[in-house]
């Protein structure tokens, strides 16, 4: 019977006794037949992912029309209203995250602790599945037809005296667009903490009750810590889909409020900007260099976060 | 499932003769209907906005447009063949992780959060630069890149999963009992996993029944690309076919995530059992 | 204890890694796409060299007349547009007619895209059968895809007909339509009519007014900003006033900074749209009873599109067929009943070719020339509206 040694702490009964010759170059051998079982994926990413974002990359550098290598394009793409779109953008991304994250953090949590709520956690589940994808031209629309100056919502409030636009609210800013991305962000948020919560074994709370913790103590010593690396990898999540999105804002305000995603597509997919793509291929490197160092920020937090669990 | 265990669980101990007075216990359930409700008032409303402007009777006649069959039939397609693609891919890399190479599971998140992140504005752009002939010719190199488009929701489903498990316990206990490779992922873990898997599925399937720009520019008509199309002809049959698509990705998330309920209880309590939180452990974990 | 759980057998084989099972789904999923690509195959050899003599044609008389032309063309059997909608410019007949006359199918992809989409597909989808072959974008793409050597010259049957500022000197693209920069309102809510941009700035238009989309990337929104800035004391070179018009707009509560379209009139949220004329008349008029067109007093502004055949066209001959149909009394008759001005009307109207009652239901025309921006002029505003568009709403 054929076994594989699973574990790499495990003994190595399985293997056999007696001495192994060249003990060095079987011990690589091993870690890189390790390595081997990630191939599948690793060759995946290369070729669906490192390809086009190397052929973005190298774009970036070059001249639109002759190829030729230039930094002009970066140079366009780090200053004036470009620059004003990165940090109008971070600032969307950030708010939309932690928002909507901890909002679907509560609506996870209300779903996966409801008695007899098999029923309303599938409804749940699958609905988010469904919003979590809705965006571009249909969601503005929903939301025009909400909270726009004649939306619905805008009516029943202003009949209670309560116009939003009289109060400086505008869909069509920087607060509406928030307001509009919790529509696909809240959604998100629910489906990816949920199997997280698996994690939060209901013997803990039991146990917590019995030494007399409250709830503010179980979710602050117990709950909090548990799932808080879960959270921040959700939360992380989110900002890169509310960084990337780009119908749902385009639809909902025309360009008025800058976002990089926009300004990118006016580059490379519109009708008034010509022979300017390797600008757009700037502004995308930009967005993933920015994730980066995002992703660096988040490793350091998950880091303390992850402490005390190891 | 795993969460339905627990939830039962939870019933007996609240049944229980030990149950201490406890104000916060009690006064949660409260908490949890007024945020259902709140979160369900914001995004059902936009909906009846919209049903208000469409009227009821648009919705027949989306069916009956031109074209609709097609790419409905052309979305549920790549959506059917993205979903094996991803599972197959990203179900065994993230146990692989977990398991072996524990200290790479930063890198994997790292890199699996990239598509998200990139545009796919500007992701299809590089495909397209770098994609070979044969492929580019099929509306099968939508699906090969929506398995990348995946990727970042299907591992995370899986992670958070597999964080829940005790997974070296759990394959070491079936390697001990004589289950190879195979025996050991199909039989043990799978099971531990539905959550994770069902997550991850309702994700891809939604994520391809809704993807537009990456479609579009590579010109082929997926069903959103279509309602897209169609906003240009009729204003309240393009809004009618988005919530008409809408509801529609809802039935068929339904019908899946019932297939993948009913499976789990059907299965031998025996694979579940040992390592998840049974009736017959109350004793505490 | 081992009597509790599932007996394995003891010759069972597994395979020694995941890694090979994943790599072969994998590569049999690879395999499965390549060989399944029903939607288009590659065309036969027979026919390349006939292929290849109609892609460097460059009039009719490389064909021996329009019968070898429209042999030709049926021989390939099908063309691709791309960006086409139906109801632009009354594109939708224009290709029922085209089919139904000569018999080739025509595949329209991405009716929604912009003229960078164009030039992209052509790019990306080099060599395969699913590539444009002819295309219809604004005049600053379709120099650009010159420069880059994207298109084939080609000289259609009535090129004297189109007036000389009007095509390239290479002819390699030539104006099809054009039309006005126009304001279309909603009678039903809009009470008092608006008839130019100075009217629009009035209190009474509050929350009323939109263009179509985003001035740095929809061309519509960005010509409605440089008819504003001739409205206000610019010019073609000077497109700022333009945009300082929808900054006081703005202010004035009256903008409304959505991509305005037939379904946001229909719903009330944008009684007033400034946008093309002729898609004022296709795509709103259609849905909303009663909606009227004005060409603003104070500002005309008009533009053209542009014809091109990619040279790598997969369907040589049928673009050529194509390109002649348009440019046929026939062809330029469908764009004036979808209330565009073709380029070649001047002509048709001296002639008598012209579809008279058509020609009496355009709005009328501004007297005067047209003049239209030149490319330094409009390169210089693209860079003005992309850098300042977003103070307009601060």
């Known amino acids: ?310 | 499932m795993a969460a339905l265990i627990g939830d039962e669980l939870l019933e007996d101990m609240a049944a229980g003769p030990q149950r201490p007075a406890q104000p916060g216990w009690r006064h949660f359930p409260f908490w949890r209907w007024l945020i259902l409700l709140i979160v369900g008032a914001y995004f059902v409303i936009p909906l009846v906005a919209a049903l208000r402007f469409t009227g009821f009777s648009s919705f027949p006649s989306v069916v009956h447009q031109e074209g609709f069959p097609a790419a409905f039939e052309l979305s549920v397609r790549l959506a059917a063949i993205t979903t094996v693609l991803t599972l197959v891919l990203m179900l065994p890399s993230a146990v692989y992780v977990h398991l072996r190479l524990p200290r790479l599971r930063r890198l994997m998140e790292g890199i699996t959060i990239l598509p998200i992140v990139i545009p796919p504005v500007v992701l299809i752009v590089g495909v397209l630069q770098v994609a070979p002939g044969y492929l580019k010719s099929t509306p099968y190199l939508l699906a090969l890149e929506y398995v990348v488009l995946a990727m970042p929701f299907a591992y995370r489903s899986f992670d958070a999963g597999l964080r829940a498990l005790d997974l070296q316990t759990l394959v070491e206990a079936a390697q001990s009992l004589g289950a190879g490779w195979r025996t050991t992922l199909w039989r043990v873990l799978l099971p531990n996993l539905r959550a994770a898997m069902l997550s991850a599925t309702v994700l891809t399937v939604a994520l391809v029944l809704g993807e537009f720009t990456m479609a579009s520019l590579d010109l082929y008509q997926t069903f959103p690309v279509w309602i897209v199309a169609f906003d240009q002809t009729s204003g309240p049959i393009s809004v009618a076919a988005s919530l008409l698509a809408l509801f529609v990705t809802w039935i068929l998330l339904l019908a899946i995530s019932m297939i993948g309920g009913r499976r789990s209880r059907r299965g031998d309590g025996a694979d579940v059992s040992l390592f998840s939180v049974s009736r017959r452990n109350t004793g505490g974990s | 204890m081992r009597a509790q759980w599932p007996r394995i057998s003891e010759g069972e084989h597994v395979p020694r890694s995941k890694a090979v099972a994943a790599a072969a789904i994998a590569v049999s999923g690879v395999m499965f796409a390549a060989g399944c690509s029903s939607s288009s195959t590659t065309k036969t050899s027979s026919s390349s060299t006939d292929t290849k003599a109609a892609a460097t044609a460059t009039s009719l008389a490389a064909f021996g007349g329009m019968n070898g032309l429209v042999a030709a063309a049926k021989k390939e059997g099908q063309l691709n547009v791309i960006t086409l909608p139906a109801n632009w410019a009354n594109y939708g007949t224009i290709m029922k007619d085209f089919t139904a006359k000569y018999g080739i199918k025509i595949n329209d992809a991405n009716p929604d895209g912009s003229s960078q989409d164009e030039i992209n597909a052509m790019q990306q989808l080099k060599g395969q059968s699913r590539a444009p072959d002819v295309l219809d974008m604004g005049t600053a793409f379709a120099i650009k895809a010159d420069q880059e050597g994207l298109l084939a010259p080609y000289q259609v049957a009535s090129w004297s007909d189109i007036p000389a500022g009007q095509k390239a000197s290479d002819a390699t693209w030539y104006d099809d339509y054009g039309g006005y920069v126009a304001i279309g309102y909603d009678p039903a809510k809009v009470k008092a009519a608006p008839t130019s941009f100075k009217d629009l700035l009035k209190p009474i238009y509050k929350n009323q007014v939109a263009i179509n989309g985003n001035p740095t990337q929809a061309g519509a929104a960005f010509a409605a900003v440089y008819a504003a800035a001739l409205a206000n004391g610019g010019s073609l070179s000077n497109i700022k006033p333009g945009i300082q018009y929808f900054q006081k707009l703005h202010q004035a509560g009256n903008f409304v900074p959505v991509t305005a379209g037939p379904t946001t009139v229909q719903s009330g949220q944008t009684p007033i749209v400034i946008w093309w004329d002729y898609l004022l008349a296709s795509e709103v008029q259609s849905v909303v009873p009663g909606f009227k067109i004005v060409i603003p007093t104070d500002g005309h502004y008009a533009a053209y599109y542009d014809q091109a055949i990619s040279r790598t066209a997969p369907d040589p001959a049928s673009a050529r067929l194509w390109e002649e149909y348009l440019y046929s009394v026939t062809g330029q008759n469908l764009w004036l009943a979808g209330k565009a001005r073709p380029v070649e009307l001047p002509t048709m109207i001296s002639n008598g070719t012209v579809n008279k009652t058509a020609n009496a239901a355009l709005p009328a025309a501004p007297a005067g020339g047209l003049s239209f921006p030149s490319q330094t002029q409009q390169s210089a505003a693209e860079s003005v509206v992309a850098q300042q568009w977003s103070s307009v709403t601060g």
Not at chain 1, 57 to 79: E, M, R
Not at chain 1, 134 to 150: K, N
């Open chain 1, 1 to 310: 019977m054929t076994q594989h040694t699973v574990s790499a702490a495990a003994p190595d009964a399985s293997s056999g006794s007696g001495a192994r010759p060249g003990r060095g170059l079987a011990a690589s051998l091993r870690s890189v037949r390790t390595l081997a079982g990630l191939l599948p994926f690793a060759g995946y990413v290369v070729l669906g992912l490192g390809l086009p974002t190397a052929a973005i990359a190298v774009g970036a550098f070059q001249n639109s029309s002759t190829g030729s290598f230039t930094l002009s394009n970066i140079d366009t793409a780090t200053h004036g209203i470009y620059l004003h779109g990165f940090e109008t953008t971070l600032g969307v991304s950030v708010i939309t995250a932690i928002v909507p994250g901890i909002i679907g953090f509560l609506v996870a949590y209300a779903i996966y602790t409801a008695k007899r709520g098999a029923v309303l956690r599938r409804a749940v589940i699958t609905a988010s599945g469904v919003f979590a994808n809705f965006g571009g031209v249909p969601l503005a629309f929903l939301f025009i037809a909400t909270l726009g100056s004649t939306g619905l919502v805008t009516g029943w409030l202003t009949g209670i005296g309560l116009d939003p636009y009289t109060h400086g609210f505008n869909l069509y800013t920087f607060s509406g667009i928030v307001v509009v991305y919790m529509y696909f962000q809240i959604p998100l948020m629910v489906l990816v903490i949920l199997p997280a919560l698996e994690g939060l074994r209901p013997a803990w709370r039991e146990a917590a009750r019995n030494l007399g913790a409250g709830a503010w103590h179980y979710w602050r010593y117990v709950g909090g810590p548990v799932l808080m690396p879960s959270f921040l990898g959700c939360v992380l999540l989110l900002f890169g889909s509310a960084f990337s999105a780009y119908a749902t804002a385009e639809a909902l305000t025309s360009g008025s409020v800058p976002l990089t995603a926009i300004q990118i597509g006016s580059f490379l997919n519109g009708n008034v900007l010509a022979g300017q793509q390797n600008v757009g291929k700037a502004l995308g490197l930009g967005m993933i260099v920015i994730i980066a160092v995002v992703m660096a920020l988040y490793t350091v937090l998950q880091r303390r976060a992850a402490q005390w669990l190891r």
